[in-house]
Structures are given as structure tokens and as C-alpha cells.
């Protein structure tokens, strides 16, 4: 008998472990790499040191995040294998990124990636390095494999920041152009990330907003710390849920109805789309009163756009011109 | 939440009573029962104007009484929408998953003999998550609901065809069948997860796993109400049977019972029942295990009084779990099969702790 009860427990051990890599992105402004000379570059990632004695000339990328950051720095060549990418590249890297392989859709087993004999792995999250993911990250450094976790995806208190900002988002790119050696390519698309974001005015009626990502029975949201935050306050919009402290959070329709938003972020995810979201919202008694229902106010992000990253600048940018459209 | 435990202080403490009462001073059990029936209507009366939106006691009342034609004027669309289609077909759905899922409970450590026998004791549950599984990952173009139930009925169907394939279903054949079912549903939903679990669409499934109620509409109070009411009561009626299985199969045929027939009817009628509530909430854990216990306790072993109680007693205890669920963390949301178990666990530990010592 108590066997039975250990059955039914299964996909709930496997939802757990996906779990683990829940909260996409945090950003913590991540520490200044401590450069030794002119050869080693040593980083403290999320509580890990990692040292790189030279430029890593073999990547594997875990996650969109990863993948897109290198490509911005024009280190698309450096990339020997992608795994768990959330979705297609955007427009202006999808060039430079089209010959890149996927070596797997999700995270890959530690055979897999050693296989590869990458010199570097560099994740999007904290979880994707574990005994059943790519593998333990003391266990991979052991074997000559340096590992690196976007710092916006720290999980611990220290290195999880208390809320993600755009010098968080710079440290990142810097960090990334210093491990890689081309520091200048990294200067270069921050300062063309802030002329970017210069040009973003704030949103003149100072509307409320929801930040949907997914979910469809207790929607799954953008709260007050990560980079659904950041965006949202650069666009001028006040996040509804902005006054929970995490990253992202369930929220209950009574909230949200009760908050009536005047804009609504659809993220558009493959496995949950904008399109099925707005169906939803239009079908839903309680929801297709919402003002932001009734106007077709909604403004849309791809999923890989909505996590902490290169891309964040340009998906701001976006969601500003789909703002300024709407009014 | 000072208003949730204010509100249910008074009602379990009140049930406690007359439910003793029903012990010493054999007051009827239709007066128990009435009792239950107030305590469960006055908790659905409380518990609507409880949520994370600031929606004043005369402000839902109005919304209530205009959609019930007693005239007034109706609030604006949207604080009506939260309490007409929100807050009380979610209510309903609680009160109707409740009770169905605690006297199905109280049916099947009845038909089996086993004291931690439960709804799901036949891969319902694990039939039914497989089924939700295929539509919220694999895009199968079923309504959740539909497929869920599919699930669960196949699930039930695989389980039974097991349990006869070596001659007359015994309840230790029918458990072990259900084991056999449920692990390998449940391995199949682990590994569909696995596979395609991408970018945060694990949350999905991980709610519904637990189970919760928060997408409860209209439509899941027409499915639970009209379950509970067509298979639901004419399992009360089974009262009298339950009490000679007690004795054993033997016994029971003694009595005048068709063991085979009554274990067949029954078993069928509570996983229907079962299916049709797992497939509009997931499956909440812990209602139809520990409920049953718990009244069994201050009612005795008769059926007859153990069947209705259960069922009033599992429909207030999940209105009130939900309420939390909704409103404890404001504005965040728990699923509600976190609650039921947070609070049926302990309760369950010492069930087993209690059977090991005796």
C-alpha cells in the first residue's frame, strides 16, 4: 500500500525538477571580473569561482540567453553546440546564428556534453547545471570545463539581486567581453544599448499594466524583481503585480480582474501563445470585460525576449513602438 | 485571514458537537445532516465574500441577488464578473469536488477493506494526469476536462481487466491492479514531461497535478453538481451493503449479497464519480482519504451515517481549503491540493502511526 502512494508521486518528482529551473532570470549585477595581468580572468559566478587562463574557443550554450549574448558579441564561431533553446533567434542575429547546431532540446545529459569537449558552458539558469542536467558544475570544472550562469539567474541570496536593472544587464555583456577577450565589442553594444533605450520616452498616460507569460488557469506573471519589472518601469507602465518580491509569480484572476490593467504584455511562448492567450481573455466571462480586453490593448513579446539578457534593450524598444501604436 | 478562521472556527467547532451529540444522545441523523447542510450553505455565504479583491459583504449580496432575479442593481461588469464568475462557481466546484471525491473515498475503504484506500486506488488519478498531460503538452485537440476523464476511465478500465484476468475480483487484487495501472500512467506523464516540458509551460501541468480550482467556471459547477447528484446519491443508497461487506465477503454473502454484482456496481459508480471531479480540478489529494477517517471517528462505523457526513464534511472542508488557497497569499495563489495536503498529511501520519501500534 505504501508503495501506491509512491507511484503518483512521480510526475510531481518530475515537475519538481523542471521547477528547479523555474523563475526565469534575477538579475544580479554581477562582480567585476578580477583580470590577473594580462592572462587569467577570473569571475565569482552565482558563488562560483571559475578562472579562464585564456578566451574559451569552444561553447556550449544552454538556453536562448546564452546563445543570443555570444552573438551580439560576435562570437558566433566560438559556439560548438546549442541545447534548450526557447525559440527562434531574433531578426538581427538570425544570420550570424544560422549555421549553429542544436545538439539537444532540452537540457543536455553531462555525456552529451562532454562529448562535445566544449572548453566552456554557459547557461541561462542555475538548474540547467545538475547531476541529471548538464552536469555538476565542480564536477565539470574538475574535467577542464569552465561553467557560466547568466548572473541575472543567480539563485542564491547573495548573488540574487534584490531587483534586476539595466547595469545588471551591462555587468553581464561586460563580464562576457572580458572572459572572451573582446572588451571593446562588449562597450560597443552597451553604449548602442543605451542610445537604444535613451530614445524609449516613458509612457505619457502612466498606464497600469499585466506582464502575462503563461499559465491559463492561475496565469504565471511578471512581478517585482526580474526583468519583466525593468522593462515595464523603463516603458512608464506600472506592473500590477509589481508589489510581490520575486521574479515572476502566480497570480489569480480575481487580481487581475480586480486591477483591470489598461495595457496586457502577452508573452508568446510556442507551448502558449499570444494568440491562445488573447482567445482565452475574450472568451472568458470573467476576463472579456477587462478594459484592456475590450480595447484589444495588448502588446506581445517572443518568450526568449522575456528573460534577462542581450536581447532585453531591444525587446523594450519593441514594446515601446507596440505602446505608442496602441494609443 | 483573520475572516477565513473567524468564519470556520464556529462551523468545525459546531459540527464537533452535534457530530458527538450524534454519538451519545443518538439525535437523528437527519438532523446531523441538516445541520451539515446549514454549516456547508452558511460557509459558501462567508467564503463569496472572501478574495484578494476589496469587494464589500453588500456589494457581493447585490451581484448575487440580481443574478438570482431578487431585483437590485447590479455592480459594474467586472466586480460582478469576480463574484458571479469567479469566486462562486469555484465555490460550488469545491463544495461539489468535496464531497464527491470524500464519499467516494468512504466507498472504497469500504468495498476493499483497507483503510488508506482512496478515489484514486484505481489509476484514476494517474489515468486522469496522463490524460491532462497529452492535451497541455502533447496538443492533443481534446477539451481538458474530456480528456481527463477519458484518462481516468481507461485507467480504471486497464486496472479492473487486470484485477479480473486471474478470476473474481478480490479487493488485494483490485489494490494490486491499481498499482501496477497507476505506476505505469504514472511513469508514461513523467516521461511526456521530460520530453516536452519547455520554457515555463511545466507550471501548467504542475497545477493541475496538485490540483486546483482555480479555472473552475460555470461549465466544471454543471459538471461536478450534475455528477454528484446522478452517480453521487444513489451510492448513499449503498449504505446498508457497505455495512455487511464489513464482515468480510463470506459474510456478506451470508447476508443475502451478491458480492461480485454490489463490488462491480460500486467500484463503477464512485470512478465515475471520480473521474467526473478529477477531470474539472485535477486530482486534489487527501480529501477522500483522510475525510472519511475523520468522520468515521466521531460517527462509528455504520454507513448509513457515515456516507452523507463524509460527503457534507468533505464539501466544507474543501470550500474552506480553496478559500485559503485563493486568499491566504494575496495576490499570489496556491494550487489547492497544496492545502488539502499541508493539512490532510499530519492527519494521515497519525492514521498510519495509530494502525501500526494497534
Partial sequence: ?327 | MTATEEAAGPGVTGATRALAALRGSRLTLAGVGLLGVVLLGASIAVAVTIGPADIGVGEVFRSLSSHLGIGSTPLSALRDGIVWELRLPRLLTAAAVGAGLALSGAVMQAITRNALADPYLLGLSSGASLGAVAVLLLGVGLLLPVAAFLGAMLALLATLALARSAGAITPARTVLAGVAVSSLAAAITSLVIFWTATGDSYREILGWLLGSLAGARWPAVAIAVVALAVVGVPLLAGARVLDAFAFGDTSAAALGVNVPGVRWTLLGGTALLTGAMVSVSGSIGFVGLVLPHAVRLLTGPGHRALLPLSALAGAIFLVWADTAARSLFDPRELPVGVVTAILGAPVFALLLARRTRT
Avoid at chain 1, 160 to 166: E, F
Avoid at chain 1, 249 to 271: F, H, K, M, Y
Avoid at chain 1, 310 to 326: C, E, G, I, N
Wanted: aromatic share 6%; with cysteine; charged share 20%.
Fill in chain 1, 1 to 327: 500500500m505504501h508503495l501506491r502512494l509512491a507511484f503518483p508521486l512521480l510526475p510531481l518528482t518530475a515537475v519538481a525538477v523542471l521547477a528547479g529551473c523555474a523563475s526565469p532570470g534575477a538579475g544580479a549585477a554581477p562582480t567585476p571580473p578580477a583580470t590577473t595581468a594580462a592572462a587569467a580572468v577570473a569571475v565569482d559566478n552565482c558563488g562560483t569561482p571559475v578562472t579562464f587562463p585564456a578566451a574559451p574557443s569552444r561553447v556550449l550554450t544552454i538556453k536562448s540567453t546564452s546563445t543570443e549574448m555570444l552573438l551580439a558579441l560576435g562570437l558566433g564561431d566560438r559556439i560548438v553546440g546549442t541545447a534548450f533553446q526557447d525559440g527562434p533567434l531574433p531578426e538581427n542575429l538570425a544570420a550570424d546564428g544560422a549555421s549553429l547546431v542544436s545538439v539537444a532540446d532540452q537540457v543536455p545529459t553531462e555525456e552529451a556534453v562532454l562529448g562535445l569537449e566544449p572548453d566552456l558552458v554557459y547557461a541561462g539558469w542555475e538548474s540547467n547545471f545538475s547531476a541529471d542536467g548538464a552536469g555538476e558544475r565542480d564536477e565539470l570544472q574538475s574535467l577542464g570545463i569552465a561553467t557560466y550562469v547568466s548572473p541575472a539567474a543567480c539563485k542564491e541570496p547573495e548573488y540574487k539581486p534584490k531587483k534586476l536593472t539595466w547595469d545588471s544587464i551591462f555587468g553581464e555583456i561586460r563580464e562576457v567581453g572580458d572572459i572572451f577577450r573582446v572588451p571593446e565589442q562588449a562597450e560597443k553594444v552597451v553604449a548602442a544599448q543605451q542610445a537604444e533605450l535613451a530614445t524609449v520616452a516613458p509612457d505619457a498616460e502612466g498606464r497600469t499594466a499585466l506582464w502575462w507569460s503563461s499559465g491559463d488557469d492561475t496565469p504565471y506573471v511578471g512581478a517585482g524583481t526580474g526583468a519583466p519589472q525593468l522593462i515595464l518601469d523603463t516603458l512608464g507602465l506600472t506592473n500590477i503585480a509589481g508589489d510581490v518580491q520575486d521574479t515572476w509569480t502566480p497570480l489569480g484572476w480575481e487580481s487581475i480582474v480586480a486591477a483591470d490593467p489598461d495595457v496586457i504584455v502577452l508573452v508568446d511562448a510556442s507551448w502558449n501563445t499570444a494568440d491562445s492567450k488573447i482567445a482565452t481573455l475574450q472568451t472568458d466571462p470573467a476576463t472579456k470585460n477587462l478594459s484592456a480586453v475590450k480595447n484589444s490593448r495588448y502588446l506581445l513579446v517572443p518568450f526568449p525576449a522575456s528573460e534577462a539578457g542581450v536581447r532585453s534593450a531591444d525587446a523594450t524598444v519593441d514594446l515601446a513602438a507596440q505602446l505608442a501604436d496602441l494609443s
